[in-house]
């Protein structure tokens, strides 16, 4: 037990710490691949110039009514 008392505690040193944080942050960011996404993978109906007219329940509709002054109105 006397010789753990002279020998004392063990230190880590942390000098060097920033040092390879600096490093690997480094690493990564230079072999970082970042895939460019070019939207989404959406299919269209095709154009058709007919209007089709559906019957819809007065429940479902929401009327707006706007004034020249941008004032909404239910």
Avoid: C, Y
């Avoid at 007065?58 to 009327?63: A, G, L």
Wanted: hydrophobic share 45%.
């Amino acid at each position: 037990m006397s010789m753990l008392r002279k020998l004392g505690s063990a230190v880590v040193s942390t000098s060097s710490m920033a040092d390879i944080a600096f490093l690997l942050l480094t690493f990564f960011l230079i072999t970082t691949v970042i895939k460019n996404d070019k939207g989404l993978t959406l299919m269209l109906p095709p154009w058709n110039n007919n209007v089709t007219t559906e019957s819809v329940h007065q429940r479902n509709v929401f009327t707006i009514q706007v004034n020249s002054e941008n004032q909404f109105f239910d």
